[in-house]
């Protein structure tokens, strides 16, 4: 079992939908959880961080964790082709030096 | 704003020839990483560094290398570049107590 899984999708939807993307994981060790959001031919830019159990708004976007199911998720409301991009989970344990862990990333397009 | 950069956006190269990739980040950073992305692999950890002059193998080490001067700079070498290098490179910084920052990325093409 991989530490962290996350479906490829693609995923697409109309502009202005909900969208969910999630990941799960194995490591029950993993405090922190981060949701990065990667262009194409750009590198991952950080969307959201949050610790340990619990949401986090942001605008159009919540972070949920849900540690006891080993589960977290992005919703983004209100979806805009601007939103159309790869959308990179991670997590860490609790030392603060310790190497993230990443989900392979799920390709989103919102069509206008 | 905390600043990752990368020396190049793209980068050509030939089989055998000795590359040079720097990342250079100003948030007085400890933690330094170098990655490749490539399709359907996701992200890999080359190497990453906790501070100046150490450095610790990541997942996929072979046929890199690192070095670590100064604590804003973090190289990846590949000694000799070979076709399956081609791929996208990703440095990124932490502190302990933050979160993770990328660079741009520089795409390498290794003919």
């Known amino acids: 079992q991989k530490e962290v899984e996350q479906d490829p999708g693609p995923l697409s939807v109309p502009e202005g939908a909900i969208v969910s993307l999630n990941c799960t994981y194995s490591n029950s060790a993993f405090q922190y959880f981060m949701w990065y959001r990667q262009y194409s031919r750009k590198g991952p830019e950080l969307l959201m961080y949050t610790y340990s159990s619990g949401n986090k708004e942001d605008g159009r976007f919540t972070a949920q964790v849900d540690k006891s199911s080993k589960y977290i998720s992005l919703f983004i409301r209100d979806s805009q082709p601007s939103d159309s991009a790869t ?3 991670a997590m860490s344990g609790q030392g603060g030096s310790e190497k993230l862990v990443f989900g392979k990333g799920t390709k989103l397009t919102v069509n206008p | 704003d905390v600043k990752v950069t990368q ?6 190269k030939r089989t055998g020839e000795k590359v040079f990739l720097e990342c250079v980040q100003d948030m007085d950073h400890e933690n330094m990483f170098w990655y490749r992305q490539d399709p359907g692999l996701g ?7 906790y501070d100046v002059k150490m450095k610790e193998k990541g997942d996929i080490p ?9 604590k804003e700079r ?4 590949l000694e000799s570049a070979s076709t399956n290098q081609t791929s ?17 990325g520089t795409r390498l093409t290794v003919l």
């Open chain 1, 87 to 89: 959308y990179l989970c």
């Open chain 2, 88 to 104: 996208m490179y990703l440095c990124a910084s932490r502190s302990p107590a933050d979160t993770q920052y990328f660079g741009p």
């Open chain 2, 74 to 77: 973090f190289s990846l070498i």
């Open chain 2, 7 to 12: 020396s190049s956006r793209y980068l050509v």
């Open chain 2, 62 to 70: 072979e046929g890199y290398s690192v070095s670590r001067e100064k």
């Open chain 2, 43 to 49: 992200l890999r950890l080359i190497y990453f560094s």
